[in-house]
Every structure is written in structure tokens, then in C-alpha cells.
């Protein structure tokens, strides 16, 4: 008798789990059944929130700290345009404390820093920004695990060799004088970048090709899906404020050819930018300013 109860026991575990089962959606099922990194991750365009991120902090000779910030702007398409004021301040001494006033999408890091005193001690800086409805904060200390240097800085944050360890330095940047810029009107921006020559550009790989025949013709595929990326001495601009979006051409990444590289800028409205330049040798960066006022 014993048995035949458990016997039943059985059956009704079973018919509820898959009862259970039943009650979670088909999709969620097929999920389940996937490995992490095929599983379906949803993507915004727009209307996301922008996050302040808190990078850390520097120690400098005379003794003041520079606390460093970048952030996450979450949408993977729409940039913003926050000047500074209650939807984006730092506090204390601000709301303008030099904090980028356009918002490029996704993570943007160690951008800028704020300046404090020798005596700051366990004081908090914090920059909060409200972007689509939404208010995200970030708040800098000098907590010593979040200690960095000016290597980290150079290297964006990968793992290099520190001191007479590693002779590479970083290039130098110079930009060239704007003078008139009009809406619209293409704007030619010049680097000047010098370096050391280090480190070396690792030969250019060799293009692994394969033919195949269809229809009596020879078609070539290559393993470049989008051309070749540039090598060696590269300069990189982006908006860093503005009132409006500026459009680069070409964009991306641009070889550095006897010591320059060219650049157009478009500007969609009237007003002052300012725009960063990074020059790399693909391992050590350094970046500069450059403030444009733009007429009608």
C-alpha cells in the first residue's frame, strides 16, 4: 500500500513540473537552453540615461589630486547635448567643473578631471547627470585602492610595463589655429604628432585568401570584413561639447604621414565647440583640446 502512495507521490511531482514548465513562456524556454553568449540581449537606441563613471584617482607632486571620470552613455545611437547646470553638475565648486557637456553613445572613459586641494581628505565629489527622465550619479574619493597614475591614463587602461621597464613614451599632439569656421561649411583640422618610433607596428598580416568557383567564375574571399584597420601613428577626434553633433571625415582612426594628419570637420549649428584629438602609437596615447567658435 506504502509503495502504490509513493508510486502516485511520483506521478504527481512529475505532472506538476511539467505543469509548471508549461506556465513559462516559449521564449524564455529557448533561453534557457542557450549558452550565455547566444542569448538574445536587447538594444537601445534611444531614450536610454547617460551614467557617470568614477575612474579613479592621481597624486600629483605638489601634493593636490586629480580626480578622473569618463561615463556610460547607454543608448547605442542617440547623443546628447547636456550643458552644464542642474542636469549636469559637479558639486562642490561647481556646476561647471570642465565635465563634457556632449554625450557620444556607449562608454567613454577617463576623460576629464577635477582638480582638489591637498587637504581634501574624505571629502566626495560628485557628478550627477539627468538624461532622459532619468538622474544617475558618480561620487570620487580618495579611497587608495582606487589610486591610478598617468601610465593608466596613456595606455587607456591596459597593462603595461611601468618605468625604465618600458622605454616607449607617448606621442605628442599639436593642433594647428582655426580661424573662421561656418555652419556647414567642412573645416580642415591638422595634427601635428611627433614620437619616439616605439613600438614597432607588428607586421601587417598576410591575407588569407580562398577561391571558389560558381558559374564558371573565381570569386576571392579574404578574412577582412572591413578593410584593413590603420597601424602604427594614428590620431582620433571626438566632440567633447557642443551644441550639435560634428560629423568627421574621414572618421575613425587616421595615419599620421610625415608627421600630420587631416581631418574635416562638419558642424551642424552655430555656437562653441570643443573638440579632442588623440594622438596613439598603438600602445601610449595623448590627447589635446581644441575650442571652435562657429558662425552662422
Known amino acids: 500500500m506504502a509503495e502504490g502512495m509513493r508510486g502516485d507521490v511520483r506521478v504527481f511531482l512529475s505532472a506538476l513540473a511539467i505543469a509548471l514548465a508549461l506556465r513559462v513562456p516559449a ?26 563613471v568614477y575612474e579613479g584617482w592621481i597624486r600629483n607632486p605638489d601634493g593636490t589630486f586629480d580626480l578622473v571620470f569618463g561615463y556610460f552613455n547607454r543608448n547605442y545611437q542617440e547623443e546628447l547635448v547636456i550643458p552644464p547646470g542642474p542636469d549636469n553638475m559637479i ?3 561647481g556646476p561647471d567643473r570642465g565635465q563634457p557637456t556632449y554625450f557620444l553613445p556607449r562608454r567613454q572613459a577617463r576623460l576629464f578631471r577635477v582638480r ?16 532622459n527622465g532619468r538622474t544617475e550619479k558618480a561620487y570620487g574619493d580618495l579611497l587608495p585602492v582606487q589610486e591610478i597614475n598617468e601610465h593608466i591614463i596613456s595606455s ?3 597593462s603595461v610595463a611601468f618605468g625604465d621597464e618600458d622605454p616607449n613614451k607617448p606621442p605628442t599632439i599639436r593642433l594647428a589655429p582655426v580661424t573662421r569656421v561656418q555652419v556647414s561649411a567642412p573645416t580642415t583640422l591638422t595634427a601635428t604628432v611627433t614620437d619616439d ?11 588569407q585568401a580562398t577561391t571558389t568557383a560558381r558559374d564558371g567564375a573565381i570569386q576571392r574571399q579574404t578574412n577582412f570584413a572591413n578593410g584593413p584597420r590603420a597601424r602604427g601613428l594614428t590620431v582620433r577626434w571626438f566632440e567633447y561639447g557642443g551644441p550639435a553633433k560634428v560629423t568627421f571625415d574621414p572618421p575613425g582612426a587616421i595615419p599620421v604621414t610625415n608627421g600630420t594628419a587631416a581631418v574635416k570637420a562638419q558642424f551642424a549649428a552655430p555656437g562653441t565647440y570643443t573638440l579632442v584629438a588623440t594622438a596613439s602609437d598603438g600602445q601610449l596615447s595623448e590627447r589635446t583640446t581644441l575650442t571652435i567658435t562657429v558662425e552662422r
Request: net charge positive; glycine share 8%.
Open 27 to 52: 521564449s524564455v524556454r529557448a533561453q534557457q537552453q542557450l549558452p550565455p553568449s547566444q542569448i538574445p540581449q536587447t538594444k537601445f537606441d534611444t531614450a536610454q540615461d547617460v551614467v557617470p
Open 91 to 93: 558639486e562642490p565648486g
Open 116 to 131: 582638489v586641494p591637498k587637504d581634501w581628505g574624505d571629502k566626495v565629489l560628485t557628478w550627477t547627470i539627468k538624461a
Open 156 to 158: 587607456g587602461g591596459n
Open 197 to 207: 618610433g616605439l613600438p614597432k607596428p607588428p607586421p601587417r598580416p598576410t591575407r
